[in-house]
């Protein structure tokens, strides 16, 4: 057995030197001894090849004799050594630098995708993957540095006819200044900006980054407004190293991403020596037109793959609404052969509203960012770090032209700009145009000074209560960061003949942290059996009786009479801490089809509630950007995840509070993107109460009897066709932003997006809860099986570039309905949205 065993390994060595006739290893190296990673090694006359790694070594066999092997690589001659016996080992092998690459010669979308061996682009993108965690600031352990960021807002595509109409007697001032932002016989007019210099400490030791503000003005016509703050705010911080950047809430896949060779196609055009260092030029082009992607260049150093500039922009056939251009200019300044740092970074958005038509008008945001006085050995102790300067007003740091003249911003435009900016902050025609926008974005209007009339998008609704519902309010407004901001609302009903009305007051009592109060009364009718989770409790923007077109009946309204005080306690921007304490009488607003009565002696009925609460909310929201001082704080664009703890307790006794019982709810959303397969927008809820209370203080199934979409809700059901007192809720929807309709021939042309929903719901009732009801309401709880509603929707409906129209088809799960007509069990709904 033993010698069988010995002649079997025998032989294994044997064979195995029979198959492996020729074996080479070595490392391939520059003119300078640096290593060459990802070079081609060929045996002369044969199809067996291997790449070297990342340290350019390899090893690379044949079962046949082999008398060379070729060495190439990208920007380096071809060299062949030969072989002087079958086995060669720790070969050390030289390449010099050829002067232009001949793989590709024409810079333009190849007609045919070429494989990773066929393509030399390949090995580079390999390349830059294996070293993207080695570059930049994270190579140190401190860095200083300072960054300029101006961004400018203004009106694009003017033509003199326009301009002379608009500027009138500025006219022939503007254009002088203007000459150097004309393109193609058109103007672009900046109307407003904003600048800020900051100074960066950062310590990656200590994992630490200190910023401190020290300057910042705007200059320019005031704005504010959805539409304004969406187009200011498209462009946050975009790093290239990402497998995916966002914008506009769409994930864009980076051209350096590993995923980036399925998405697109790759160019490598030359090799050129910049700086004493061999720099490769690569293009690339979105492989299927209308993709969400970005087309241009980027060179690239050949020993660890840095990145020096980028260029690219978005393709006017992209599946992207209200945008007509997007480009991103990128350069990095080289410190040493492993640390290179941001230099510039330069963005601009072209937006219009209803087609990429050069010809049409429209709006532009430019973003400029500069870095510059890099100190990569600074010394600072810990304490340093941990001192933070808060910013409270949108003043406290403001500084002259006398300073701002001596800051670095590498923009040959900027004196240019600003004195535009400065011509036109008072023109009557500008200041008209600006305010129109701020009027169809808010809903809000000037009527007197530090006044506006709205929100006009509110207006009319109707319900079988009120029959049609008119309501009109006012709110102060000085700017954006007022500190403090009253609001006040009257609302009648034609067929009811009833006034009602609500009013709030909320003030920034200090800046830092955050603590705002506020306090509201209310008078008017409410439709609880919409509610949704709320935080806290002051008018609702979506009153669920705002409702111009539904379908069956909404007799289910309560009447409600309500004051409340607040405090919001912002421990930080994305972590509040909200106290409510709220004194409410609600009643049926028509005892003749929907009462509320309860009993809790089994003999007397009680057909209304006094109900004095205090709600103590946390809510985390990770990720959000929050800009602005006053009272009203902004949200930027891009979406973030929502975490809330709400716990409710009533008091018997307090104002003739009616019931002692404890309440709470819980809810999760955390939108997930998934790079060119969408965005999954999962949403959780929870709720329990745990005493025994009257309609009204349970948790109704929210519904909605609207043909329009409404977050959160089940558009299936009637309001209050299911009650629970502890329910368990999740709403998922998958966006998928074309992702399937973009490879159908026909359905690609007409830029449609998909989408997938799905929501259900779980939860119960007690026999003590049902037991005091008295109300015309059979208790029904999705109890004995989940609740659902599924099915498909359509998005970005619409014509050129404005598409706000959402078709959704809505199936349901059957239920045991035992309240009035069954709902629908099929339903299409509509949502008007203007989103990119």
Not at 290 to 306: L, M, Q, R, S
Not at 572 to 578: C, G, I, M
Request: hydrophobic content about 35%; some cysteine.
């Amino acid at each position: 057995m033993k010698n069988i065993f010995t002649l079997s390994i025998l032989f294994l060595l044997f064979s195995n030197t029979i198959l492996a006739q020729t074996k080479v290893s070595g490392t391939v190296l520059d003119e300078n001894n640096q290593p060459v990673p990802f070079a081609n090694i060929l045996f002369v006359g044969s199809k067996i090849g291997v790449a070297t790694d990342v340290d350019g070594k390899f090893t690379i066999s044949s079962d046949k004799d082999q008398k060379a092997i070729e060495i190439t690589f990208v920007g380096y001659s071809p060299k062949v050594v030969e072989l002087k016996s079958a086995t060669v080992e720790n070969l050390k092998i030289k390449l010099q630098s050829g002067q232009q690459l001949n793989e590709v010669v024409i810079v333009r979308k190849p007609k045919k995708h070429l494989s990773k061996k066929e393509n030399p682009a390949y090995r580079i993108l390999k390349g830059i993957w294996a070293n993207k965690k080695k570059n930049g600031l994270n190579l140190v352990k401190a860095y200083d540095y300072k960054k300029y960021t101006s961004v400018s807002i203004g009106l694009s595509n003017l033509d003199s006819v326009f301009l002379k109409k608009t500027m009138a007697k500025q006219y022939d001032s503007i254009v002088r200044i203007i000459k150097s932002e004309k393109k193609d016989k058109k103007f672009f007019v900046p109307i407003f900006m904003k600048e800020n210099y900051e100074s960066i400490y950062g310590n990656n030791v200590l994992k630490q980054e200190r910023i401190d503000m020290e300057a910042e003005r705007n200059v320019g016509v005031s704005q504010y407004g959805f539409l304004f703050d969406r187009i200011s705010n498209t462009f946050s911080t975009i790093d290239m190293y990402d497998d995916d950047i966002l914008i506009l809430n769409k994930s864009f896949v980076s051209p350096i991403s590993k995923r980036g060779y399925e998405i697109y196609d790759y160019v490598l055009k030359d090799s050129i020596v910049e700086n004493n260092r061999k720099t490769y030029l690569m293009y690339f082009f979105p492989r299927q037109a209308g993709t969400i992607a970005f087309e241009g260049n980027f060179k690239v150093v050949d020993k660890n793959f840095a990145l020096t500039e980028v260029s690219m922009k978005v393709n006017k056939g992209i599946n992207l609404n209200l945008v007509r251009n997007l480009s991103i200019e990128k350069s990095f300044q080289i410190l040493n052969d492993s640390i290179y740092l941001p230099d510039r970074d330069y963005y601009e958005g072209d937006f219009t509203l209803f087609t990429k038509n050069d010809e049409e008008k429209g709006l532009f945001v430019k973003k400029n960012l500069v870095f510059s006085d890099y100190d990569l050995e600074p010394n600072h102790d810990e304490a340093f770090y941990n001192k933070k300067i808060t910013q409270v007003r949108s003043d406290q740091f403001y500084k002259d032209d006398t300073y701002w003249n001596g800051v670095v911003t590498k923009d040959p435009n900027l004196r240019a700009t600003r004195k535009i900016i400065d011509e036109l902050k008072n023109n009557p025609r500008v200041k008209t145009v600006s305010s129109a926008i701020n009027i169809l974005s808010t809903g809000y209007f000037d009527v007197f000074k530090n006044v506006q009339f709205g929100s006009f998008w509110q207006t009319i609704s109707n319900n079988n209560v009120e029959g049609t519902r008119l309501k009109g309010g006012l709110r102060t407004f000085k700017t954006s960061n007022d500190l403090f901001r009253s609001q006040l609302y009257f609302a009648y009903g034609t067929k009811d003949h009833k006034l009602k009305y609500g009013a709030e007051v909320k003030y920034l009592l200090f800046p830092n942290p955050r603590i705002i109060i506020g306090a509201t009364h209310v008078d008017d009718n409410m439709q609880l059996g919409g509610r949704t989770l709320d935080v806290t409790d002051l008018l609702s923007a979506n009153n669920e009786t705002n409702v111009l077109i539904a379908r069956g009946y909404n007799y289910y309204l309560s009447r409600i009479e309500k004051n409340s005080l607040y405090v919001d306690w912002g421990i930080n921007k994305n972590l509040h801490l909200t106290f409510t304490g709220i004194n409410q009488h609600i009643k049926s607003a028509a005892e003749q089809f929907f009462t509320i009565d309860y009993s809790l002696d089994g003999v007397n009925n009680i057909n209304a509630i006094k109900n004095f609460t205090t709600n103590i909310s946390l809510t985390y929201t990770p990720k959000r950007f929050v800009y602005g001082f006053g009272v009203e704080q902004r949200i930027g664009n891009s979406l973030y995840p929502t975490f809330i703890l709400k716990y409710t307790k009533g008091y018997k006794g307090i104002f003739g509070s009616d019931f002692n019982y404890n309440k709470i709810q819980a809810s999760i959303s955390r939108p997930i993107f998934l790079s060119n397969f969408g965005i999954f927008r999962p949403y959780i809820e929870a709720g329990k109460v745990f005493e025994t209370l009257p309609l009204p203080l349970l948790f109704p199934v929210a519904s909605n009897q609207s043909y329009s979409v409404v977050r959160n809700t089940f558009c299936l059901l009637d309001y209050y066709d299911l009650m629970t007192d502890a329910y368990v809720m999740g709403h998922f929807e998958h966006h998928l932003n074309g992702f399937l309709f973009n490879k159908v021939p026909l359905l690609k042309k007409l830029k449609l997006r998909e989408i997938m929903f799905y929501r259900s719901i779980y939860g119960t009732v007690r026999q003590e809860n049902i037991d005091i009801n008295r109300s015309n309401i059979v208790y029904n709880a999705p109890s004995s099986s989940l609740y659902s509603e599924f099915g498909f929707g359509i998005e970005n409906i619409g014509y050129g570039n404005f598409r706000p129209i959402r078709i959704d088809f809505v199936w349901r799960s059957s239920f045991k309905n035992v309240n009035g007509p069954e709902a629908p069990n099929f339903g299409i709904r509509l949502d008007f949205n203007p989103e990119f």
